[in-house]
């Protein structure tokens, strides 16, 4: 066992892991942040994506110890208090989701996106991102959507600069 | 055309397009799935072991290493099972919790470890030694079909006389579809968490979409009444029919671990492990002969369907009878005959999925309309409208029930027109002629699908209402909720009944201590069944509060009315809660379960005839398409949309079910592919070798409407319809239109005969094969 440390949405967090222990595993269940998922256990679907200093990746192949010292955030760090995150509030608002267990991934990815391109890429752009997010229960109409608007409201009136 | 959600307005009357209850939980990571809830102390995790082959003896399980690796606490063998080894949903015995001597697919459970840990139980598993004996296997439709490996025998549907109707017909042709199978790939994997309770009690978190089937299968595994095994789930992370049967055989498992150590047990299958182990769509084999006149009119029509139902029977039945239900889709055939075969294989056993048959079904018809119209040298479109059922009631289906409720003439000329369906036929036809490498296709195709159980006994559904005494519901049904928005929908005709808000409503999760003896929340009957269920619970409470203010207040019971957040009682107001309140002081029950059953619904599966559905569903769907010749890569450039919601309960959730079905209808159509090697090992068992689509497979131009004229002719909730598999089959129309560019890639001179999925492959292969076709004429 390694000793781990690191800063989980806003917080130190620490905890004694295997070398071997994934970040999703030390978020879900050394922390209990069960809002990060496990959908294929292979980075594939994007269910378990968070950010790591800022950056999205994929929490299922990335090991806790690669994030010591770093600044991790997930779906649960990004309401203010009741204050939902713009993107947050978009999905809900745009019904961009059915059985949720997609959502969260979704949620980070997207802001994400909007992080990169400094504003609110072109729909095509959008899509072309989010394919490392898998959705089985949408067509992802709506999901698009509510990355607009959820951009939009994080950066208002901001296209991307591209 | 996307009704936007009105998420402030929390307004509890149905018809509104109000968000899913759960979406708030959803977005902040608050909402639980089985694997998301609080592990008790000693919990133990499970990890199965497999087979390797597909049909084997089992001449030696050695499992001594494994009972002695670090971390284990139980290794379970079907030995282990103090009940019955069977998880059947239909009880054919042919479902063993773990093989016994013969397996029978390559991933059928062996044996399963319990551990400290989940990795302790994985390494401890690979330390099995099996001695298999190999079996010969069957592993395609084909060989199964040559072999006669039949399960169950195939009932006939017979209409007129179709072989006297077809060789009496000016044309006639015949042809053969192979259609591929379908992996559900719910995000959330198969999963279940069972603790074990006093005496012979046992709590099952199951992942399921029919929690008293799984409440039962565990009751006979540990030899156990029913009334001992309590089955609970909030909601799934997706089911789509993958959570229908298959989730028995993980919950005994759990169930037989906890059991057998006292402790609590969870097992979670990894992805992997799941696209093995569990069943998925059946991919059939679908022939076909028709006889049709000069205006494309069929005349007889004759389909021999057979299905690859895997190793055992589990609802393959059910399955392959829908599927009959659906060969004539949204034709009327004067003379029909339909049989499907059921065929075994040493493959993993499969399911039901999202249409159960259905989908298979209606691609004989589709595909031959396509043929009929080449031949004829018509727009496929012509040919279909002159096909479909008529509205005034005339005609039969081929297991004899009137369609009465046929919008298909009025619903495919309304979308045909919004689409601009016939100039962009022949823009795309002129814009072909002058492209090489790129050809591009369009093709309108209806739905029509039968809502019920085709086992009629299913159509029941109850519910449970309490009213407490500060004016807050708590509601309860057999229903479970999926993501398909069913629970908000029942949520919305409760409110709507007492007249009060959707969140003084509380959504409760399904458990069958609450409601018993429901059936699977599929078949599209989710919200028909329980929200009439519901209602009825409502109505009980609402007639006695009404006896109660009546008398209190002298006035008669007609006087009492429920509204808007308001009781008015003759000439004065309260609100709910203080007539709750009052209610209870004067010793009225507030409580009542509510039940029902759909009525008029019968058939004899004997004599092919009778009413299995209480009504129709409709939609229909344009689709253009480009193909890239040289690649066979296919693009989806836009869509249109028409369906028939009935009075929609929820405008914003029907939208999600009708573009997911889509979508998820095209990946069976287009992208996703299952392929087994000659051994009859999956290899297609990540999402990395399996494609579903993503994000940019999405088309660019998508417009979906609900039919503004929709009503159903059936007093069902609200005049709603059933909304959650009927859209999945749109998606023919995008197959139908990447026939119609394959066909452009011959110069229109050979109808390519290709099956589905409608891969790069399978496109290039059939423009190869119809190319060379036409080059002999």
């Known amino acids: 066992m390694t000793s781990v440390s690191m800063t989980v949405n806003g917080k130190p967090a620490s905890g004694e892991v295997e070398p071997r222990t994934l970040l999703v595993d030390f978020l879900r269940e050394h922390l209990r942040l069960t809002g990060t998922h496990v959908g294929c256990d292979t980075s594939q679907c994007g269910a378990c994506v968070v950010h790591v200093d800022g950056t999205a990746v994929k929490s299922c192949t990335t090991l806790a110890l690669q994030c010591e010292g770093a600044d991790v955030l997930t779906i649960e760090g990004l309401a203010q208090g009741d204050q939902l995150h713009p993107m947050q509030e978009a999905f809900r608002e745009h019904h961009a989701l059915q059985c949720g267990f997609c959502t969260p991934g979704m949620i980070m990815s997207a802001i994400d996106i909007i992080n990169r391109h400094g504003g609110v890429p072109d729909e095509t752009t959008i899509r072309h991102e989010l394919e490392g997010n898998l959705c089985r229960c949408t067509g992802y109409h709506n999901i698009v959507k509510a990355v607009i608007a959820g951009g939009e409201a994080m950066a208002p009136g901001r296209a991307a600069a591209e | ?777």
Not at chain 2, 189 to 217: K, N
Not at chain 2, 447 to 462: D, E, P, Y
């Open chain 2, 1 to 777: 055309m996307n009704e936007r959600p009105t998420p402030s307005a929390h307004k509890g009357a149905v018809h509104r397009p109000v968000i899913h209850d759960s979406a708030e939980r959803h977005v902040t990571g608050s909402a639980l799935y089985v694997d998301d809830m609080p592990e008790l102390p000693g919990t133990l995790h499970i990890h199965v072991g497999m087979s390797e082959r597909a049909h084997a003896r089992l001449r030696a399980i050695d499992l001594q290493s494994v009972r002695t690796a670090p971390g284990v606490v139980a290794v379970l063998t079907a030995g282990d099972i103090p009940g019955v080894n069977d998880v059947s949903p239909v009880h054919a015995g042919d479902d063993p919790i773990f093989a016994e001597d013969i397996v029978e697919y390559a991933g059928q459970p062996i044996f399963a470890v319990a551990a400290e840990t989940l990795q302790a139980a994985r390494n401890a598993a690979r330390l099995a030694r099996i001695d298999y004996e190999e079996l010969p296997a069957i592993i395609t439709l084909d060989e199964a079909l040559a072999a006669a490996t039949d399960l169950a025998p195939a009932p006939e549907l017979r209409l007129g006389d179709p072989d006297a109707a077809i060789s009496a017909s000016p044309h006639r042709l015949s042809g053969t579809l192979h259609v591929g199978g379908q992996d559900h790939f719910y995000l959330e994997g198969q999963v279940a968490y069972a603790i074990p309770g006093e005496g012979a009690d046992m709590l099952v978190h199951a992942s399921t979409q029919h929690p008293s089937e799984v409440q039962h299968l565990v009751g006979c595994m540990l030899g156990v009444p029913d009334h001992a095994v309590t089955v609970e789930v909030r909601r799934m992370g997706g089911g789509f029919g993958g959570k229908e049967s298959q989730p028995a055989l993980i919950a005994a498992i759990a169930a037989l671990a906890a059991r057998r150590t006292g402790r609590p047990a969870k097992l979670r299958l990894d992805r992997d492990d799941d696209m093995v182990m569990t069943g998925k769509r059946h991919d059939f084999r679908l022939d076909y002969e028709l006889g049709y006149d000069a205006d494309g009119r069929i005349q007889g029509a004759r389909f021999e369907f057979a299905a690859r139902c895997g190793r055992s029977l589990d609802l393959s039945n059910a399955i392959a009878d829908r599927a009959m239900f659906h060969a004539d889709n949204a034709y009327a055939l004067p003379n029909a005959y339909v049989h499907a075969r059921r065929m075994k294989t040493h493959t993993v056993s499969n399911t039901a999925f999202r249409g159960f048959g259905g989908p298979q079904g209606m691609m004989a018809i589709e595909r031959a309309i396509d043929e009929i119209a080449f031949a004829l040298g018509r727009d496929p479109l012509e040919v279909r409208r002159a096909n479909v059922y008529p509205a005034d009631g005339s005609a039969l289906t081929p297991y004899h029930m009137a369609v009465t409720d046929s919008v298909l003439d009025e619903l495919t000329e309304e979308l045909a027109a919004s689409s601009d369906y016939r100039t962009r036929r022949a823009a795309i036809r002129a814009s072909n002629a002058e492209s090489t490498a790129i050809k591009r296709g369009i093709a309108l195709t209806p739905v029509k699908f039968g809502i019920s159980f085709t086992t009629t006994h299913l159509n029941q559904a109850g519910a449970l209402v309490h009213v407490y005494k500060d004016g807050s519901v708590h509601l309860n049904h057999g229903g479970t909720e999926m993501g398909q928005g069913l629970f908000v929908k029942v949520g919305q005709v409760v409110a709507e009944a007492f007249g009060i808000e959707l969140d003084q409503v509380k959504i409760t999760a399904t458990t069958t201590a609450k409601v018993p003896n429901t059936s699977a929340t599929a078949a599209s009957a989710g919200s028909d069944l329980n929200g009439m269920a519901a209602a009825a619970a409502a109505q009980t409470i609402k007639a006695r509060l009404a006896a109660f203010a009546a008398k209190k207040h002298n006035i008669a019971e007609e006087h009492v009315v429920f509204e808007a957040g308001r009781v008015r009682i003759g000439n004065q107001e309260m609100s709910f809660a203080e007539l709750a309140h009052q209610a209870w002081m004067g010793r009225v029950s507030l409580s009542s379960t509510g039940f029902y059953a759909t009525p008029d619904i019968h058939y004899d599966r004997a004599t092919g005839r009778g009413r299995p559905f209480y009504y129709f569903a409709y939609g229909a769907a344009v689709s253009e398409v480009a193909i890239d010749t040289l690649t066979g890569e296919t693009r989806l450039l836009r869509v249109d949309i028409l369906h028939d919601a009935g009075r929609s309960l929820n405008p914003a959730i029907d939208m999600g079910q009708i573009e997911g079905g889509f979508i998820q209808g095209l990946g069976w159509l287009t992208s996703e592919e299952l392929w087994w090697n000659d051994e009859g090992r999956l290899r297609t068992h990540a999402p990395s070798t399996y494609k579903i689509p993503t994000a940019n497979d999405r088309p660019d131009d998508m417009r979906i409407a609900i039919w503004a004229k929709g009503e159903n002719r059936e007093p069902t909730i609200h005049r709603s319809k059933a909304v959650g598999e009927p859209p999945l089959m749109l998606a023919i129309s995008a197959f139908s239109a990447i026939t119609d560019a394959a066909c452009a890639a011959t110069g229109y001179r050979a109808f390519p005969r290709l099956d589905a999925p409608a891969t790069p492959e399978r496109i290039l292969m059939a423009i190869r094969e119809a190319t060379g076709r036409a080059g002999k004429k």
